[in-house]
């Protein structure tokens, strides 16, 4: 064999070696490990957030998206009827019953609760988790079924947690009508998340994130860099209260105050000092209960 052909196959067996790094390397992002549903019901009650839900009313759902992917959902009316509705994102690797904890919330003040599976998540068919460029328009597809279903004077708003708190930001590209958002612990550009924890999770230099992004768009269908819900802001009107634990050390707080600072509408941002990635409720539910409350309260009072 001739010097040139050796060449020839080091190089191709470099090349797929490089090819197939980086598609495992994506696919560390795009599908993760998930918690099944029955998993995070029972750590739900091991951290006390489970409280009467097996009492309360609930109705399964089936929501077709906008590509006709379903999604699970659960629907909790409140206690005594009302026209005040919230739907409630979960983070990455979660389902709907992580939501629980913020689902009592709003449960208590008398909102209508929809909390549902995120796309890959939970009881939904498995497949390719977008990091939100996806799961945003699915969020779109659950308020305009809300509308349909309960009419177009309802009184909706959103709490979303990391990532499902991101897509929420996102999916303000489409300027969907709603009264509130709580964000809490999200990402302002998901290049600055991944670059932040590639050495400290994965022990990688920053820069392979960058060839990660095209690999990820190409095997995916989304880059890293694309997804910058910063950008949404710019000419939102809706008010936001931004929440984030000082010690977030995965999605550090530095994400909300960018937010906090580029939205045009009425935001607030709540710091807790305490708490780490998606624990600021857990760290301190009554001031969590009273920063949600009075921000509600304020919000309907400016809208009369």
């Not at 598609?23 to 019901?41: C, E, S």
């Not at 600055?192 to 960058?210: E, F, M, S």
């Not at 690999?215 to 989304?222: I, P, Q, R, T, W």
């Not at 929440?243 to 045009?264: L, N, R, V, W």
Request: hydrophobic content about 40%.
């Amino acid at each position: 064999m001739k010097v040139w052909q050796i060449l020839g196959i080091l190089v191709i067996v470099s090349l797929v070696g490089v090819l197939f790094f980086l598609y495992r390397l994506t696919a560390y992002v795009a599908k993760p490990a998930y918690h099944t549903v029955d998993d995070t019901a029972r750590f739900m009650k091991d951290q006390g957030f489970w409280r009467d839900y097996d009492a309360m009313k609930k109705e399964e759902w089936r929501i077709s998206s906008y590509d006709g992917y379903i999604l699970h959902a659960t629907y909790l009316p409140a206690a005594e009827p009302g026209d005040q509705y919230v739907i409630i994102s979960h983070g990455y690797t979660s389902n709907r019953m992580g939501s629980l904890k913020y689902m009592h919330l709003f449960h208590e003040l008398g909102y209508n609760c929809l909390i549902y599976d995120n796309r890959s998540h939970g009881d939904n068919r498995r497949g390719v988790c977008t990091m939100g460029k996806r799961e945003s328009s699915d969020l779109l597809a659950l308020i305009r079924y809300v509308y349909q279903r309960f009419g177009d004077d309802i009184y909706l708003g959103l709490h979303g947690e990391s990532m499902g708190a991101a897509l929420q930001i996102m999916a303000l590209r489409e300027t969907p009508r709603l009264q509130f958002i709580v964000n809490d612990c999200g990402f302002a550009r998901l290049m600055d998340v991944i670059t932040h924890n590639a050495g400290k999770i994965l022990h990688l230099p920053r820069w392979i994130c960058y060839p990660a992004s095209l690999a990820s768009l190409c095997y995916f269908g989304f880059s890293y860099t694309e997804l910058n819900p910063l950008d949404a802001l710019k000419e939102n009107r809706i008010p936001i209260c931004f929440i984030h634990g000082a010690k977030d050390d995965f999605i550090p707080c530095s994400h909300s105050e960018q937010m906090h600072a580029a939205t045009q509408g009425y935001s607030e941002l709540h710091l807790f000092p305490e708490a780490e990635h998606a624990l600021s409720i857990d760290s301190d539910e009554k001031r969590y209960a009273q920063i949600v409350r009075e921000f509600l309260k304020k919000i309907k009072e400016t809208t009369k």
